[in-house]
């Protein structure tokens, strides 16, 4: 069986992609690739000095790439208003919402949103509903989950926020992973229903070593979670530019089709090339994603696609 790398990437030359967390690790990686293959990339970033310095490298490698940075922070609703008002209705072929925090201690972002739920999947999100109408026809949304939308029993949608139990980190990061494959979900249902030409699509890295898993550590000033996660990247990681082959193969791949998730073929799917996986039957359930996607439209404000289209997907697969 053929491995499908970079190289088999199809011409995108003409064509813009939004990369969430661009300046870094899985977003740095896929932001490459893209404008490698000749699509005009814009790089969504929070931290304005880590964006340049991104920048500057990406241009160093590829000197003929057509690069823009545009700020993003997904744990505010105003910054991601202001990010797609300044994309001026600029046509969009591939939008990858990439970015994300894992496993950090309780914060909320700036509108109260418990930070993992908040940025992870309500910012994604908002965002991807104030440039629907910019996807043009036939492009691509890509949404990044995780083999963690297994580790939580499930999302309480009673106590979004944690007000109500003991904090724990890696479960709220696991519901905003399963978070992240139900909108998935009931975006592609949504989006059929409404008979628009674009395919949504998820994918997850398997275990990619990157700067995600010390953010936390760093956060908590904690020497030994940095030791264990410096080991557990060398032991079982693969390089954050095999990590960005699921999300690659996601947005440009002949085969994919509104619905499909992908990850790597390898163990466990930690690590390996990239292929058609499975994922918690919950992700998949319309109730589920009903339910999620009232909950997200009545936080963030933001609502798209019309009711029509929604009693409609209700009853699609």
Avoid at 147 to 167: C, E, K, N, V
């Amino acid at each position: 069986m053929t491995q499908w790398m970079e190289a088999d990437m199809p011409d995108l030359a003409g064509k813009t992609a939004v990369v969430t967390g661009a300046n870094s690790g899985l977003g740095y990686f896929t932001t490459r690739a893209l404008a490698a293959a000749g699509a005009h990339v814009i790089l969504a970033c929070r931290n304005p000095e880590k964006a340049e310095q991104a920048l500057q490298q990406l241009r160093a490698e590829l000197p003929q790439a057509s690069l823009q940075v545009e700020p993003l922070d997904l744990a505010s609703l105003d910054s991601v208003r202001s990010f797609a008002a300044a994309l001026g209705g600029q046509s969009i072929e591939l939008l990858i919402n990439n970015a994300g925090v894992m496993a950090v201690p309780y914060a909320r972002t700036a509108d109260g949103f418990e930070m993992q739920f908040g940025t992870n999947h309500l910012g994604h999100f908002a965002l991807t509903g104030l440039l629907q109408e910019q996807i043009s026809d036939g492009g691509r949304i890509v949404c990044l989950a995780s083999m963690a939308h297994r580790w939580t029993p499930g999302i309480r949608f009673d106590d979004l926020d944690w007000s109500q139990r003991r904090y724990k980190r890696w479960q709220a990061y696991g519901d905003s992973k399963l978070a992240n494959l139900i909108f998935m979900f009931e975006l592609s249902r949504r989006m059929i229903a409404a008979g628009r030409n674009v395919i949504v699509a998820g994918a997850h890295p398997g275990y990619a070593s990157t700067n995600l898993q010390f953010v936390a550590a760093e956060q908590r000033k904690s020497l030994v979670e940095r030791l264990v996660m410096q080991a557990s990247n060398a032991l079982v990681g693969q390089p954050a530019q095999m990590g960005a082959l699921p999300t690659l193969y996601a947005a440009t791949a002949d085969d994919v089709v509104s619905g499909d998730y992908i990850g790597p073929g390898g163990f466990q799917q930690l690590r390996g090339h990239p292929v058609k996986v499975g994922c918690r039957k919950q992700a998949r359930n319309p109730a589920m994603g009903d339910r999620l996607w009232a909950a997200s439209e009545q936080l963030t404000g933001v609502t798209y696609l019309s009711d029509a289209a929604a009693d409609t997907a209700s009853s699609v697969g």
